[in-house]
């Protein structure tokens, strides 16, 4: 009797705690809110990557002449920013790596997580000068399908820009530095001639984009090239310069001779994407300087294009990697501890039934 009555008990109780699983836990939450900020920083560049790469038919990159490689590279943008970007802010708000910090580092730092902003108002600036410019052109006006996504999808651009920003900052103060010695007179001319001459042609771009953004919402053009020299020019190039610089050392210093096949495969495949991902930038700078000469905006652009792409490519390898050996993302338990801890003794009460009889 006992034996026909104990687990008919037992799977009525596991019923009820399954129908009673709350779906709206803590580690669902935090994949639900990667997904919503991977999926707005897809649809945010989408627009982005459709204007700036039109601008690039004036230098003989016309992506648009062709339907098919025009429908790729949107497919591409769209599919390649979406997961990754996931990917890396849930990594980032599951992170549990500790940093000993000096006081001064923790001044700096927080410094420096505030001026993440400003970086990041290089493509809000895109993406709403891409809406505002459609807008016109259509004569719209009110809160039409322009304004409507470009305000549902800057949030979510926002916080996947600051939190890239904020785990570089992280790896440019707390990172072992003597992994980034430039050893070779050749790698120190490289490194420091690429990262001046990028210097130049980021503050452009930023400070065209930011001063185009602020006309397009009325205010004066030379007070906006003011606010887009100050934000853009000075304080978001001069961050995200920073970090360029530290990781073209990288590219220098570290060993790849232990990469894997996979590792390998997945690195050319990040430094492509690197590259796709840096021409928005590289066009809103062309764009600022399209009276300059050729041989002038080459010599500014080209390594410009380099760092960044540098850049976007380690970002991407840093979110897709294999997991270190030290490194563990914890996940809560789908079924309560007391819950398991209760049917493992029913199961062995079960047993000592079962040895009984």
Same mark, same amino acid.
């Given at each position: ?31 639900? #809110? ?56 849930? $990594?980032?708000?599951?992170? +549990? ?15 420096? #997580? ?15 000068? *891409? ?12 809160? =039409? ?17 600051? #939190? ?29 001639? %690429? ?11 930023? %400070?065209?984009?930011? $001063?185009?953004?602020? %006309?397009?919402?009325?205010? =004066? ?18 961050? +995200? ?5 530290? #990781? ?13 096949? $996979? ?43 380099? %760092? ?22 914890? *996940? ?18 079960? +047993? ?6």
């Amino acid at each position: 009797m006992i034996i026909n009555i104990h687990p008919i008990i037992f799977i009525h109780r596991q019923e009820n705690n399954l129908s009673n699983y709350n779906w709206l836990n803590k580690t669902n939450f935090k994949y639900f #809110v990667s997904g919503v900020v991977g999926l707005g920083s897809g649809l945010a560049l989408m627009p982005i990557f459709n204007k700036e790469l039109f601008s690039l038919k004036e230098f003989g990159i016309d992506v648009h002449a062709n339907k098919t490689i025009f429908a790729i590279s949107t497919i591409n943008t769209m599919f390649i920013i979406t997961p990754t970007t996931t990917i890396s802010f849930y $990594k980032f708000i599951n992170e +549990n790596k500790k940093y000993e910090e000096t006081s001064k580092q923790k001044i700096l730092f927080k410094l420096g #997580v505030l001026l993440t902003i400003f970086p990041a108002m290089f493509q809000v600036s895109q993406l709403w000068n *891409v809406e505002l410019h459609d807008q016109k052109i259509s004569e719209s006006s009110g809160f =039409d399908e322009y304004i409507a996504w470009a305000t549902c999808t800057t949030t979510p651009l926002l916080a996947n820009i600051i #939190v890239k920003n904020i785990k570089s900052l992280k790896t440019f103060m707390f990172e072992p530095k003597q992994n980034y010695e430039l050893d070779s007179l050749g790698s120190k001319i490289f490194v420091y001639s %690429t990262t001046c001459l990028s210097i130049i042609g980021r503050s452009i771009a930023y %400070t065209h984009a930011i $001063k185009e953004f602020f %006309t397009n919402l009325g205010l =004066d053009e030379n007070f906006s090239l003011s606010l887009g020299i100050i934000f853009g020019g000075l304080i978001g190039s001069s961050f +995200n310069g920073a970090i360029e610089y530290n #990781v073209t050392k990288k590219l220098f210093s570290e060993n790849h001779n232990n990469l894997s096949a $996979k590792e390998l495969t997945l690195g050319i495949l990040c430094v492509l994407q690197g590259g796709w991902f840096s021409l928005p930038t590289i066009s809103d700078g062309l764009d600022a300087v399209k009276d300059w000469q050729s041989f002038i905006q080459a010599a500014i652009f080209l390594p410009t294009f380099l %760092t960044k792409t540098i850049h976007e490519s380690n970002s991407l390898y840093e979110s897709l990697q294999l997991k270190k050996q030290n490194e563990v993302i914890l *996940v809560e338990p789908n079924i309560e501890n007391n819950f398991i801890q209760e049917d493992t003794i029913n199961l062995v009460g079960n +047993n000592i039934f079962l040895e009984d009889i």
